[in-house]
């Protein structure tokens, strides 16, 4: 699969992702946020919870479940981009958490499979700038 279908396939996911949660109560507040460190996909409000989503969309598993491309290193740049908005919008970090939401595409794109995951991983001080 070519970069500019990867990049359409992201895109489709991330729609339906936005769907997925709002049909879920979540309030989005930003798509696609990005910095100097990086970008956040969705980030979104959960029963006054911050939640920054990352979501990974795959058409098929040949390479994997969406959740398993979330590397120590991703973590990383999400949580450090994470810091930054919460700095810019001076809010803390206590009411935040990092969810991962996996969409595999089914054919056509219908019906799509969703797993969310609620706290994918911690805001460790390693992560701190």
């Not at 709002?22 to 930003?30: A, F, G, Q, S």
């Not at 969810?99 to 805001?123: C, H, Q, R, T, W």
Request: charged content about 30%; proline content about 1%.
């Amino acid at each position: 699969m070519g970069k500019r279908n990867t990049k359409e396939t992201g895109q489709i996911g991330e729609n339906l992702a936005a769907e997925f949660l709002e049909r879920n109560n979540y309030r989005i507040l930003e798509r696609n946020y990005c910095n100097r460190i990086g970008e956040i996909d969705i980030i979104a409000e959960d029963s006054g919870v911050l939640c920054f989503i990352e979501v990974k969309t795959r058409r098929s598993d040949n390479f994997g479940f969406g959740h398993e491309a979330i590397s120590r290193s991703k973590q990383r740049k999400i949580a450090q981009t994470a810091l930054i908005y919460l700095k810019v919008h001076k809010k803390t970090a206590g009411d935040s958490r990092f969810d991962s939401l996996s969409v595999m595409l089914n054919g056509a794109g219908e019906n799509p499979d969703m797993d969310l995951i609620k706290n994918a991983f911690e805001l460790d001080r390693q992560y701190f700038l």
